[in-house]
């Protein structure tokens, strides 16, 4: 308790419900830390580094975050509320005097692909913070300070935000789903590309015929040789809520814009598929096969890509590429993925995991590539 480990390596240590209840930590090395349960209420994590540390349940209230690197950290139901703590007399004694806390300090910490499900936010303090894809589903933002902070592709479905204030805060891509913002404050933000539960655009139920028979319809088309069924066209239609694509027949499939977060398209045949654009976040696309898919400017923050393939597509004489430029792959997982010859230039691997990964002959040229650790 109150103990002095400013500057300490502490990489990778086990410290699941350790009592650091207003400890100095400032410039540690807490990452890939175990901190599960972990009393850190009142500590001073001030330029702290818990990247991948584990925090599941951690009680930071009243802490001190302030330019901390939190990328990848599991805080799920952490709580961040203010608190109080245990005092020391002049004699170094413990009192039953509690000193009242601050709310938590986090302005210009790194949270980037964080997990903060269920974490109680509760006026927290994070100004400028950058909370790009980070995961906060259900978490407790009431009367939180978020001015200027980065929520670029942040999810906050079913998020409580009463009177949080947003302003100048970068949304882009950010999801809503059923988060209420009567009351939150947006002024300055840019909100053209958020996403709430509302549909995007045209959504699956608006289609004629209804998704189902088109997919019925274009499996014919496909082993028909187009003699028969009719192609599936889905550009710009937003299929949040549809049923599983799981080993569906989608090859040649134009999807140009599509939103299909969270969809399952595990083996799915997705060769040759018109992808440009498409917002792919979260799905499972494990084993699907997308040889030669254009996937240009495609979304595909988070999702499984596990041995899949996006090699190259042989057609008689030729050979098509699996185009992935200016593609966002950021926390994507790509173990035993085939991308031989996939043109990646300008693409986002930032913490992409590519352990046996085939990247033979890719053209990575601007690409952005920080491998996972995992």
Not at 179 to 192: E, H, K, P, Q, R
Not at 239 to 248: D, K, T, Y
Request: glycine share 10%; with cysteine.
């Amino acid at each position: 308790m109150q103990h002095d480990l400013s500057g300490m390596l502490l990489t990778g240590s086990n410290l699941k419900d350790a009592d650091l209840t207003g400890a100095n930590l400032a410039d540690a090395d807490l990452s890939d830390c175990v901190l599960d349960g972990a009393l850190m209420f009142g500590a001073n994590l001030s330029d702290a580094n818990l990247e991948g540390a584990r925090m599941v349940g951690a009680d930071l209230r009243g802490a001190t975050l302030r330019g901390a690197r939190l990328r990848n950290a599991n805080l799920h139901k952490a709580d961040f509320r203010d608190g109080s703590a245990p005092r020391r007399n002049k004699g170094g004694t413990l009192t039953a005097i509690t000193m009242k806390l601050g709310p938590t300090y986090m302005e210009q910490a790194d949270m980037s692909g964080a997990d903060l499900r269920e974490a109680n936010m509760a006026a927290v303090v994070a100004t400028r913070t950058d909370f790009t894809d980070a995961d906060l589903q259900g978490a407790i933002l009431t009367h939180a300070n978020l001015r200027g902070a980065t929520l670029a592709g942040a999810r906050l479905d079913g998020a409580r935000l009463d009177h949080a204030d947003f302003s100048g805060a970068n949304l882009s891509f950010a999801m809503f789903g059923n988060a209420s913002i009567a009351t939150v404050i947006l002024d300055g933000c840019d909100l053209s590309t958020v996403l709430t539960d509302k549909p995007s655009g045209r959504s699956f139920l608006e289609l004629s015929p209804p998704l189902a028979d088109g997919i019925i319809a274009h499996d014919r088309w496909v082993s028909s040789g187009g003699t028969e069924g009719a192609p599936l066209t889905l550009d710009g239609i937003d299929l949040r809520g549809a049923a599983s694509l799981r080993e569906v027949e989608l090859s040649g499939l134009s999807a140009e814009g599509a939103i299909f977060i969270g969809i399952d398209l595990t083996r799915a045949n997705l060769v040759g598929a018109r992808l440009k654009g498409a917002d792919l976040r979260t799905c499972s696309l494990k084993s699907a096969d997308l040889r030669g898919a254009n996937l240009e400017g495609a979304r595909l923050n988070g999702a499984d890509l596990r041995d899949a393939k996006l090699g190259p597509l042989l057609s008689g004489d030729r050979t098509y590429a699996t185009n992935l430029r200016d593609a966002l792959l950021r926390r994507t997982d790509l173990r035993g993925a085939d991308l031989q010859s996939a043109r990646l230039n300008a693409a986002d691997l930032t913490d992409a995991v590519l352990y046996k990964t085939n990247l033979e002959d890719c053209d990575l040229t601007g690409a952005k590539i920080s491998p996972s650790k995992h």
